[in-house]
């Protein structure tokens, strides 16, 4: 019988821990800067097929996950910018389930998104790596969940994201023996 949660969390949901040690957040730093190859790796050798097989029943294909991963992380990379340079300021969600069912997520080559993700987890990383204790402590609200979120958060947050993504693809590897 398929554990439906499993396969939406395969890595489980994301927990800020209370008390986020140095050693911590360089670890999430070096997994949002490794992704682009991690991801590259796993997708490399699928065919058109493949891409187009979803990672579990009523979830999005591979490709969308891809496409999905490129624009969360965009939007990811302009919050922290934002809450870099403006007082806590309100970011502009977006629905990324009807992003991923534009004609761009839903039938375009992966190639251009790994493309991006690796561009983006560059500079991405690089800024991470310069900032400062204070730095970390800034923030932004999300108002589409109504929560304020600092910079060190959002690391948190889409180190795991990346890897929970990562592991709809791994998983559904395994499970196709492909």
């Known amino acids: 019988m398929l554990n439906l949660e ?24 070096i ?7 991690r991801l590259r790796k796993e997708v490399q050798t699928l065919k058109e ?19 999905h991963l ?12 934002l809450a870099l340079t403006e007082n ?5 969600p977006y629905y990324e389930k009807r992003w991923a ?7 375009f080559p992966i190639a251009s998104s790994l493309t991006i993700v690796e561009g983006v987890h560059e500079r991405w990383g690089y800024l991470l790596e310069q900032l ?7 923030t932004f609200i999300h108002p589409g969940i109504n929560k304020e979120f600092t910079i060190k958060e959002s690391i948190g947050t889409y180190a795991w ?7 709809h693809i791994t998983h559904l590897k395994e499970t196709k023996n492909w």
């Not at 489980?12 to 670890?27: A, D, H, I, T």
């Not at 939007?75 to 922290?80: A, L, M, Y």
């Not at 400062?132 to 800034?138: F, R």
């Not at 994201?161 to 592991?167: C, I, P, R």
Request: no cysteine.
């Open 49 to 67: 097929e493949q891409l187009n097989t979803p990672y579990r029943p009523e979830g999005w294909t591979v490709r969308q996950v891809i496409h």
């Open 161 to 167: 994201h990346g890897n929970h993504h990562l592991a």
């Open 101 to 107: 069912e534009l004609p761009d997520s839903l039938n």
């Open 70 to 81: 490129a624009d969360s992380h965009m939007n990811s990379f302009i919050r922290i910018k």
């Open 6 to 29: 499993k396969l939406k969390y395969p890595i489980g949901k994301f927990e800020m821990p209370e008390n986020v040690s140095q050693q911590e957040l360089e670890q999430w730093i």
């Open 88 to 92: 806590n300021p309100v970011i502009k």
């Open 132 to 138: 400062t204790e204070e730095d970390l402590k800034k």
């Open 31 to 37: 997994q949002i800067k490794s992704l682009p190859e």
